[in-house]
């Protein structure tokens, strides 16, 4: 495992957090993704879906072990470096749209990262017609629905080219019909890695290939999606009925 810590790709090893005054929420959990591989985290809620992929972005601090992103370890000098990285979706696009407009939010990352404002507006606004928001380009996140605003945020991150993007929970408040298109988005990124915490198991199927199970902290399966989506046993004894 040691050579993976300087190649391209996430690779954690002996993962420890825990809340204060709480039990661990990760024991010493490990993994390796490598680049072209589209992974699917599940667990019920309070397994801590959230909490790690929030350690992947510095966001949330863990106690014990090693986070490397493209060959960097994560630690505070480099997580600028880390972070121009990743793009993260948080569950609840709330915590991310922040701009007066959505034009704004599209455009502040690009913008922050020196592209001129010419070249960011054509980037968002080529990201709004994408995801079939270039009329409500100019009007504030609460005129939006909660779907629109998963949209929005997850526009925002696009726009600055990610090569991984982590995704918690993307298709929460979208019709069907924006679930499929989601789907087709998804599978023309030109990113290398794809990590998408979802218990909504019919979709993740379509958009991943490798699928995880955390529990008790730790990695407890890690197999192809349809195998696990096809495993009723093993799907019902983690909590993740696919029928609910």
């Known amino acids: 495992m040691q050579e993976d810590k300087s190649q391209a790709g ?13 039990e661990p929420v990760l024991r010493g959990l490990s993994l390796t ?6 992974v699917a985290l599940l667990g019920p809620t309070g ?9 992947l972005v510095g966001l949330k601090k863990p106690l014990s072990g090693e986070i490397w992103i493209q060959g960097i370890l994560l630690q505070q000098k480099t997580l600028s470096q880390v972070r121009s990285q990743i793009g993260f979706c948080f569950q609840n696009p709330d915590d991310q ?3 007066p407009t959505i034009l704004e939010d599209i455009t502040f990352g690009p913008l922050n990262y020196g592209l001129s404002p010419e070249t960011t507006t054509e980037i968002a606004e080529k990201l709004l017609i994408k995801f079939g928001l270039e009329k409500y380009a100019n009007r504030s996140v609460y005129e939006l629905s909660g779907g629109q605003k998963r949209l929005a945020a997850l526009a925002a991150v696009l726009a600055l080219k990610p090569e991984i993007l982590i995704l918690d929970e993307p298709t929460n408040g979208l019709d069907p019909l924006w679930r499929r298109n989601l789907v ?6 030109p990113v290398k890695i794809i990590l998408i915490a979802s218990h909504d198991l019919n979709w993740v199927s379509k958009v991943t290939e490798r699928a995880l199970i955390l529990q008790s902290g730790q990695i407890q399966v890690d197999t192809s999606t349809q195998n696990i989506i096809q495993d009723s046993s093993t799907l019902e004894y983690y909590g993740l009925p696919i029928d609910y």
């Open 97 to 99: 749209l922040f701009m």
């Open 47 to 55: 397994t801590g879906k959230s909490t790690f992929m929030e350690t």
């Open 10 to 22: 996430v690779y954690v090893k002996d993962l420890l957090f825990q809340y204060s005054q709480k």
């Open 184 to 189: 087709e988005i998804i599978l023309q990124l």
């Open 33 to 38: 993704i490598k680049p072209g591989e589209r």
